[in-house]
């Protein structure tokens, strides 16, 4: 399955399918982009990152791909599982700021 | 592991109360941050402090107040809550070990504060 985020839309897989979860950033000066997941009660918790000077990182059972020419960052988790079910946001910074500018979340349920 | 605590999980206060929210970080963080986290609207950068006694306004300061008298402890603080300051209120830590690319933020499990 595959979603466009900023306005928290709800991606839904089957479980073992792949997910694939978008997002835009407007800022072309940003150099460094992260990926958060949410469990439902917690707080967020860091997944994965990917510099600017890269345009794919692969983590266990996900990878992060960027596109600088359309400003866009996606997700990709293998073979979802139940426990994937959160909310999942991308962070970016742009230069030396040391602030993170948060997109808005997507979604993901995963139907056993 | 990081640990980042926050002193309450559910917090309910009147409207005028004076409210304090506290965050403590285990391991040694230059950066602490205090976000609020609404439906729909993501995360939002209050407040966010690099150092001790140091602090620098986020995106929506306004009716917040901070503190940072010990490197392991950030306070929020709502001077006079309003009903407008129901939210879920994230904590969170960084550190600088890793350089400009260590970006990593651990958070706290939230404070979901209402306000009536």
């Known amino acids: 399955g595959e979603s466009v985020g900023l306005h928290l839309p709800t991606l839904s897989v089957q479980e073992g399918d792949n997910s694939i979860i978008n997002c835009a950033y407007s800022n072309s000066a940003s150099d460094y982009f992260i990926w958060y997941k949410q469990e439902s009660g917690k707080g967020p918790q860091f997944i994965i990152d990917i510099r600017s000077n890269m345009d794919k990182r692969q983590g266990q059972r996900v990878t992060v791909l960027l596109n600088k020419t359309v400003k866009h960052l996606s997700l990709q988790i293998a073979a979802t599982q139940p426990g994937d079910s959160a909310v999942y946001f991308c962070?970016?910074?742009?230069?030396?700021?040391?602030?993170?500018?948060w997109g808005l979340g997507t979604s993901l349920a995963v139907n056993p | 592991d990081v640990k980042v605590t926050q002193s309450s999980r559910y917090l309910v206060k009147r409207t005028g109360e004076k409210v304090f929210l506290e965050c403590v970080q285990d391991?040694?963080?230059?950066?602490m941050f205090w976000y609020r986290q609404d439906p729909g609207l993501g995360l939002r950068l209050i407040y966010f402090s690099y150092d001790v006694k140091m602090k620098e306004k986020g995106d929506i300061p306004e009716g917040y107040s901070v503190s940072r008298e010990k490197k392991e402890r950030f306070s929020l603080i709502l001077e006079s809550a309003s009903t407008n300051q129901t939210s879920m209120y994230l904590c969170?830590?960084?550190?600088?070990?890793?350089?400009?690319?260590?970006?990593?933020?651990?958070f706290g499990p939230g404070t979901r504060l209402t306000v009536t």
């Open positions: 391991m040694d963080h230059e950066n």
């Open positions: 962070a970016e910074r742009a230069g030396n700021n040391r602030k993170l500018i």
């Open positions: 969170a830590s960084r550190g600088t070990s890793g350089g400009a690319y260590a970006y990593e933020q651990y």
